[in-house]
């Protein structure tokens, strides 16, 4: 069974510029989520779907954020524009329930200059 | 107040040792509990998974859920050096979204 798949593994941009980050669950997991792991802390939940609703969004900081998830599969997470404290690895995860476990992908990395 | 709270460590151990790695959770309704492995540069892999209060045990990990206290442990019998990483605590919250601690960094000394 292939696991979660992430996209890009590494990116550097300058601040004020756009990223984009791909995540494609484990087939058949309803639910997927987006975390930030900032280098020393634990992860921090952006946003959370169930097939392709939002069911948490509260960290999500709107103003420069944004996630879809087109068909209840793959999804994508945006930033613009980007600022020097969104240095961090980006972390999808996919779970089969709810209350499941989850599986995380490889994750991205990415740099602000 | 944290929603999942661990002690960031550095926990030291020596080879052989038992190591104890604790979590408190501020959600009462909390049902679901999970301990993650992280390493240096990698992303986390579940451990444990632990639903009922007591004691499960898989090999050299127990985990132990008290919901009355609102406590969740991790045991790690006869450690290793490869054993040595960050370990997270994980809850599933009434809200059914999974919140991290901040993770305890384990070393076992060889």
């Known amino acids: 069974e292939a696991g979660v798949a992430q996209s890009p593994r590494y990116k550097i941009i300058e601040k004020r510029q756009s990223v984009a980050f791909w995540c494609n669950p484990i087939?058949?997991?309803?639910?997927l989520y987006w975390y930030q792991q900032i280098l020393g802390q634990g992860p921090k939940l952006l946003i959370q779907f169930q097939n392709n609703g939002v069911v948490d969004d509260s960290q999500l900081p709107k103003d420069r954020f944004s996630a879809e998830r087109l068909k209840g599969v793959d999804s994508t997470l945006k930033i613009q524009p980007a600022k020097l404290e969104d240095s961090a690895v980006y972390l999808c995860a996919s779970s089969l329930r709810t209350d499941g476990e989850l599986f995380f992908g490889e994750g991205s990395r990415l740099t602000v200059l | 107040q944290k929603e999942v709270e661990q002690n960031s460590g550095p926990l030291s151990v020596p080879e052989g040792a038992i190591a104890s790695l604790n979590c408190t959770y501020s959600?009462?309704?909390?049902?679901?509990f999970f301990w993650y492995r992280q390493y240096s540069g990698k992303s986390p892999e579940l451990i444990m998974s632990i639903y009922s209060n007591g004691d499960k045990e898989d090999g050299r990990f127990t985990a132990q859920l008290n919901k009355a206290s609102q406590y969740v442990s991790l045991l790690i019998r006869d450690s290793q050096p490869s054993d040595s990483a960050t370990y997270l605590c994980?809850?599933?919250?009434?809200?059914?979204?999974?919140?991290f601690g901040a993770g305890t960094r384990l070393f076992v000394k060889a």
């Open positions: 087939s058949g997991h309803a639910t």
């Open positions: 959600d009462r309704v909390s049902q679901s």
């Open positions: 994980a809850v599933n919250t009434g809200g059914f979204k999974t919140i």
